[in-house]
T-cell receptor, first 108, second 115 residues
Framework: KNEVEQSPQNLTAQEGEFITINCSYS?????LHWLQQHPGGGIVSLFM???GKKKHGRLIATINIQEKHSSLHITASHPRDSAVYIC??????????FGTGTRLQVFP | DVKVTQSSRYLVKRTGEKVFLECVQD?????MFWYRQDPGLGLRLIYF???????EKGDIPEGYSVSREKKERFSLILESASTNQTSMYLC??????????????FGNGTRLTVT
């Protein structure tokens, strides 16, 4: 069982829709990471957070430490948001455990 | 902005060949990582390094080795490539360890096919 679980695995949306991607983890964390991977492979770090909420443009990340749950929200989605979104949590001193990703497709 | 550069986007190699994947970062980061990414499995850590000439095994080191002779360069070596090493390989670097507020910076990945 993966210690970092994401849902849904696949998500399609119409342009403009509000999108939520969920991440549940069973490991203790100091900072949970949200990453974005575009077609072609490159990965970009979106957020690191250990409490509360962070916002960057149309992206919002929240975390509930007690429930071991984090969400990534995209407001007013756009086709350029189409990507795989990955959450990752530290397991031990040397390891990040990655979720398997949520593939988002936003159609015009 | 930090730049992590992987030498090849696509590689096709034959079974048994020795394969070198190169990764260079330009921000004087201490920590560098090699991951492989396979469908349904997420990113898995192969090797990492916290300093020059230092290396540590990750979760799946079998069939791989690494070299870090200079701080900016971290090489992944497939000693004798096999078809089960066909995968996307991603290099990453970070200033501090992943548990502090230090984001991971990834290269664009190398898609390796072993035939």
């Amino acid at each position: 069982k993966n210690e970092v679980e994401q849902s849904p695995q696949n998500l399609t949306a119409q342009e403009g829709e509000f999108i939520t991607i969920n991440c549940s983890y069973s490991v203790g964390i100091s900072a949970l990471h949200w990453l974005q991977q575009h077609p072609g492979g490159g990965i970009v770090s979106l957020f690191m957070l250990s409490s509360g909420k962070k916002k960057h443009g149309r992206l919002i990340a929240t975390i509930n430490i007690q429930e071991k749950h984090s969400s990534l929200h995209i407001t007013a989605s756009h086709p350029r948001d189409s990507a795989v979104y990955i959450c990752a949590a530290p397991q031990e001193a040397d390891k990040l455990i990655f979720g398997t990703g949520t593939r988002l497709q936003v159609f015009p | 902005d930090v730049k992590v550069t992987q030498s090849s986007r696509y590689l096709v190699k034959r079974t048994g060949e020795k394969v070198f994947l190169e990764c260079v970062q330009d921000m004087d980061h201490e920590n560098m990582f090699w991951y492989r990414q396979d469908p349904g499995l997420g990113l898995r850590l192969i090797y990492f390094s916290y300093d020059v000439k230092m290396k540590e095994k990750g979760d799946i080191p079998e069939g791989y080795s690494v070299s870090r002779e200079k701080k900016e360069r971290f090489s992944l070596i497939l000693e004798s490539a096999s078809t089960n090493q066909t995968s996307m390989y991603l290099c990453a670097s970070t200033l501090f360890d992943p548990f502090s507020y230090s984001p991971l910076h990834f290269g664009n990945g190398t898609r390796l096919t072993v035939t």
